[in-house]
DNA sequence: TCATGGTTACAAAAAGGTGCGTAATTTACG
DNA sequence: CGTAAATTACGCACCTTTTTGTAACCATGA
């Protein structure tokens, strides 16, 4: 998903989130602050190629703040800025949603008698 | 994104939202009732392929229906289900989010003194 | 024959993975 | 004391996989 064809808020979010590893780490981040090896470490199956550019991505949107401290083994701190938390609840929403989709289907019954 | 990293919903709602044309489609059909053609004039860049595609991927996750009429030319509608409407004011919300993040950022002196 | 809604095969493009290199500084070792 | 190794967070080049586009084809019925 290159660039955009309408110029529509909706179409330039999901641009943004699009993808298997921006919602998982802004969940992630919306712990608290975390080192890149933490990320590493929470979901062990990303690229540490695709790491630094998802978060280079949600830093350039505003999302996520990269903060470099001096030393040893360079150390690098990810959180959520503001805007970011205020994305939080959205995506959990959305999650919810998702939930609500599949307990009505997957056992349409069984819901229908414990309602 | 073929496959699931873990089994949390939202990564799997990100699967099923996630691209360009998703959330899209379900704006326009949030509108009412569209046959295939109506949606390819909204979006004219879709391919035909991709519009299937997709739309059949929305279908087989209940977010919409697709109904097939006997006739002359073929002619099929789409629309949302319930559950496809409930989603409709969550991608809404992600839009306004995307809105004031950006109002923030771009002209941030200008809103300090608006507001 | 045309239009509608769709499928299939093939090609192009985009996304993603692997592995090596690098910076800066501490610790370990002979 | 000199030096080599380890650590962390990347960047870059190369290659594979996945996604998307293109184009051609199919069925229906006026």
Redesign the pocket.
């Known amino acids: 998903?290159?660039n955009l064809v309408s110029r529509c808020p909706i179409e330039e979010v999901m641009q943004l989130l699009s993808?298997?590893?921006p919602t998982l780490l802004i969940y992630y981040l919306s712990d608290g602050t975390k080192?890149?090896?933490?990320l590493?470490r929470d979901n062990p199956?990303?690229?540490?190629?695709?790491?630094?550019?998802?978060?280079?991505k949600l830093e350039d949107a505003g999302i996520v703040r990269?903060t470099?401290f001096?030393?040893?083994?360079?150390?690098?701190?990810?959180d959520l800025t503001a805007d970011g938390e205020r994305l939080v609840p959205l995506i959990d929403a959305l999650g919810d949603w998702w939930d609500g989709v599949n307990a009505a289907t997957d056992a349409p019954a069984d819901q229908a008698i414990m309602i």
Chains 1, 2 share one sequence.
């Not at 001096?70 to 990810?78: D, K």
């Open positions: 998903m290159k993808g298997r590893w080192r890149f090896s933490d590493q199956t990303i690229s540490h190629k695709m790491l630094t550019m998802e978060l280079r990269r470099e001096e030393g040893y083994p360079r150390r690098v701190e990810y």
